[in-house]
């Protein structure tokens, strides 16, 4: 007999309209009357247009440095969400205003920040959703981006046809192509927080691919401000909504994780990306930076999320440094939390550690966990976040297994050996592989024959 294992959760909030049944949805279908971003509505609607010169822009030092020195576009786009942002705040469409959270840094060597958020801690019936399962089918009875009200989409964000960044105030919505569109997080976490939705009538489940984390990438670079990073969760790791979307917003002060040291694993010479080790920070990770251009780096990161995905490993990335590096964090709070292996006193936060905690920037709901933050209580949800040592050596082989099959290679050539600092010790290809096969592949995430859902 199976086991029925659920997880209760406050969900949040994005859109204004966000429902809970399905017959809501139901109706929708079959046209509105609240100018909704759905084919009952768009025909003949416009909205902004932001074209970005989508060439293939060296990833690396040198020339992100010299984008970011252009005034156009890329100061452009950073006022253009900026712009559109506070032009939706003044126009009451957040549920609360974020900027009278307060937020403090805690003391300590990791230098965590803390919000209080009351806004974000919400109640309503719940329902279910899964957490056992990082790749699910795309369900349209459910709350997806095409619900949302236009009012509630900023622009569409489109690659450039002649290679010139380029903004239409009033531009069509192409239908057939299905646009990339940025919106408003209606419950927002901070300044700025928006949503990029890729392809948003294709109707995506919240899975990344090649395509969607480069136009990820892109916007990180665009908008060439070290405040504004972009973050995705996939399912299993606390996100809310399956339709694929990135979120984003400004924090004014550097991530814990951004100042976290690091250990040199290894440089992919087909892609020129270094890739990293995070140290001595309470969650195991990897960190992605440089590349011979902006599609190498996406690549490498790509790779690695289809097979984390492919694996069924939940997982969070953080888009940092105007897209100049990349951290991704397999985790398995939620398996634990499913397995009853989470504190009652940790549960009773409603705190769900998704990217943006991970990196260090702690959300509370509750006034009482925002004057008790500190150090240890912070290191304590985090350490429930991370991958033991050892099951994190064998997704690090899965992943470095997947990246040199891109590449049609098996194993690092002695030249990009060579290019690494004497004094790292770099693990070969030989060496991983030769781990996952000593060690086993855990393609479930929660093993047995649980059921294992989460309560919304």
Request: hydrophobic share 40%; aromatic share 8%; glycine share 6%.
């Given at each position: ?40 509505c768009l025909p003949g609607a416009k909205l902004p247009l932001y074209a970005y010169k989508g060439v293939d822009t060296a990833a690396d030092e040198k020339a ?393």
């Amino acid at each position: 007999m199976s086991l029925s294992l659920k997880i209760k959760r406050v969900p949040t909030v994005v859109s204004n309209y966000q429902k809970e049944e399905a017959e809501e949805a139901g109706r929708r279908s079959g046209g509105c009357d609240r100018n909704c971003f759905n084919n009952c509505c768009l025909p003949g609607a416009k909205l902004p247009l932001y074209a970005y010169k989508g060439v293939d822009t060296a990833a690396d030092e040198k020339a992100l440095a010299e984008l970011e020195d252009a005034d156009i576009p890329m100061a452009f786009l950073d006022s253009l969400v900026l712009g559109e942002w506070e032009d939706r705040m003044q126009r009451g469409l957040f549920r609360y205003d974020v900027t009278a959270c307060e937020t403090k840094v805690i003391p300590g060597k990791y230098g965590f920040i803390a919000q209080l958020n009351e806004g974000r801690h919400l109640k309503k019936r719940p329902t279910e959703f899964r957490v056992d399962k990082v790749l699910q089918p795309f369900d349209g009875k459910k709350f997806n981006f095409t619900m949302v009200g236009q009012e509630e989409v900023l622009f569409q964000f489109e690659a450039s046809e002649d290679g010139d960044a380029q903004y239409y105030q009033n531009a069509p919505i192409d239908i057939e192509n299905s646009p990339n569109v940025v919106a408003i997080n209606v419950s927002p976490i901070d300044y700025g927080h928006v949503l990029l939705i890729p392809r948003i009538l294709k109707c995506l489940p919240q899975r990344i691919d090649h395509e969607s984390f480069l136009l990820a990438l892109h916007m990180a670079v665009e908008a060439a401000n070290p405040f504004f990073r972009l973050g995705y969760n996939s399912l299993g790791a606390f996100a809310t909504i399956n339709h694929l979307h990135f979120q984003a917003y400004y924090l004014a002060v550097p991530f814990p994780v951004e100042k976290a040291p690091t250990k040199k694993i290894t440089i992919l010479e087909n892609y020129g990306v270094k890739v990293s080790e995070l140290r001595n920070y309470p969650v195991r990770g990897l960190v992605f930076e440089g590349g011979n251009t902006l599609q190498d780096l996406s690549n490498a990161v790509s790779d690695t999320c289809i097979c984390l995905q492919g694996n069924n490993i939940p997982y969070n990335v953080l888009v940092s440094d105007c897209g100049r590096r990349v951290f991704l964090f397999p985790q398995c709070y939620a398996e634990k939390q499913a397995m009853g292996e989470v504190s009652a006193e940790l549960l009773d936060t409603q705190v769900n550690p998704a990217v943006w905690e991970i990196s260090g920037h702690m959300v509370l709901k509750r006034k009482k966990d925002y004057e008790e933050a500190s150090e240890k209580n912070a290191r304590r949800l985090l350490a429930e976040v991370s991958l033991s040592g050892e099951r994190f050596q064998e997704v690090k082989a899965l992943i470095f297994e997947a990246i040199f099959c891109s590449m049609n290679k098996t194993h690092i050539t002695a030249q990009g050996l060579e290019s690494l600092e004497e004094d790292v010790e770099v693990q070969s290809a030989e060496d991983l592989f030769g781990m996952k096969q000593e060690q086993g592949s855990h393609t479930a995430m929660v093993t047995g024959t649980h059921d294992c859902l989460v309560m919304q």
